[in-house]
């Protein structure tokens, strides 16, 4: 599985964005994904997860009630809906997955996108 993310960019504090993770491959749809970020001097963590058929969804709680992830799984995509951002926000977001059940660890993935950038200015 290839992941490629995309979306990032800079926006001010309260505004929106939506990263996308378009995937390579026919069994993605049976893959779990999850979404994590890394400032810089941090270590990378945990934003959102969420398995193939989508009945398993895991939030951050510095996120949770800002942010929505979902999959389309006919594109092999999956989103994340970025709203309310703060400028702590700021982060190379990535992408991953693996096979199974939705991980919350950045050590239980397989798979992973390059990253893309979001810069939340105050």
């Known amino acids: 599985v290839q992941l490629q993310a995309c979306g990032g960019g800079l926006v001010q504090t309260g505004g929106s964005l939506r990263l996308s993770c378009a995937a390579s491959?026919?069994?993605?749809?049976?893959?779990?994904v999850g979404w994590f970020r890394q400032a810089p001097g941090k270590e990378r963590e945990f934003v959102a997860a969420?398995?193939?058929?989508?009945?398993?969804?895991y939030y951050a709680d510095p996120v949770k009630g800002r942010f929505t992830i979902s999959r389309d799984n006919a594109k092999n995509t999956v989103y994340l809906q970025m709203n309310s951002l703060k400028p702590e926000d700021t982060a190379v977001y990535y992408c991953?997955?693996?096979?199974?059940?939705?991980?919350?660890?950045?050590?239980?993935?397989?798979?992973w996108g390059q990253g893309t950038q979001v810069t939340v200015s105050s």
């Open positions: 491959g026919r069994t993605f749809s049976t893959y779990a």
């Open positions: 991953a997955a693996d096979r199974g059940v939705a991980r919350l660890r950045v050590g239980e993935y397989d798979y």
């Open positions: 969420i398995n193939w058929s989508r009945s398993s969804i």
